[in-house]
């Protein structure tokens, strides 16, 4: 199979990247290194399967013949992260909107067999219940949750007015090796680790009150449906980040000052 992975640069993509390459899939990576690293692909180079090509994937005209030939599509490029949306929506639009908009008419130009986009359970914003089925009410509270939100329903039109093979995936707290710490709201476990390699203190700022993430996954419909179950518990996954902790030496180390400064718009606009 030949696969285009947009954003298989970043912390998702690269392990999919990884994935797709062990089982003999031929990988183009399209991705603008806006958040994606190089690093995260380092031990793959040799494998001659792999091709990398930087580019903006919003950018159409520059894209979309990479499609040509192409079987199945998993687009995870996007902005994250929710007060940047806030401070910067015009550059969350761009890539997330314009951006799915762009990947998905080149998949429907080269007529490829399979489409994934990576949505987000930010949809839901603060759900009223818990754990959260897919059939919850969509609300979206921010500029990030809403791009992304907008990237699924252009999708799903797509997939209905097009015929085109379209899954989206609502992820829910992805974490793992490679995720990255590169703000305030970045993978907790990592900014945890940096400040563990550091020797600094884990540092809250707030009245305690505050909680990061208000989504939690029903999961009863996918196990009956497709026969999924979580394979990695909390303790395995947190032995796993460990075993990964040189990984995050380069990381920010957060002191009280810069947090506070960095978390001041979470506060203003989401309190």
């Given at each position: ?12 993509g ?13 990988v183009?990576v ?11 692909l ?5 494998n ?12 159409f005209?520059?894209i ?20 940047p ?13 314009s951006g ?15 489409l994934v ?30 791009t ?7 999708v ?18 992805v ?64 032995a ?32």
């Open positions: 199979m030949k696969t285009i992975v947009t954003g298989g640069a970043g912390f998702i690269s392990h999919i990247v990884e994935r797709l390459l062990r089982d003999g899939h031929r183009l399209l991705d603008n290194f806006s958040t994606g690293r190089l690093q995260n380092a031990h793959l180079k040799v001659k399967n792999l091709r990398v090509k930087r580019v903006d994937v919003a950018d005209r520059n979309k013949d990479d499609f040509n030939d192409i079987d199945w599509v998993f687009h995870i490029a996007g902005l994250a992260d929710i007060v949306s806030i401070q910067n929506p015009m550059d969350y639009f761009h890539s997330n909107v799915t908009l762009s990947v998905v008419e080149s998949s429907r130009l080269a007529n490829v067999k399979r986009y990576a949505a987000s359970a930010s949809c839901y914003g603060i759900p009223d219940i818990y754990p959260t089925p897919e059939t919850a009410e969509i609300r979206p509270q921010y500029p990030y949750a809403l992304k939100n907008i990237g699924e329903e252009i799903m039109h797509w997939g209905l007015v097009y015929k085109l093979p379209v899954v989206p995936l609502r992820f829910f707290n974490y793992g090796p490679r995720s990255r710490t590169s703000g305030a709201y970045g993978a907790v476990f990592g900014v945890f680790l940096a400040q563990k390699l550091a020797e600094k203190p884990f540092t809250i700022v707030g009245d305690g009150n505050q909680t990061r993430d208000f989504t939690f996954a029903d999961i009863t419909k996918i196990k009956k449906l497709l026969g999924w179950s979580p394979k990695t518990d909390i303790n395995e996954g947190v796993k980040m460990l075993e990964n902790i040189d990984y995050w030496r380069e990381a920010p180390v957060w002191t009280k000052e810069s947090i506070a400064e960095a978390t001041k718009d979470w506060f203003k606009y989401l309190s």
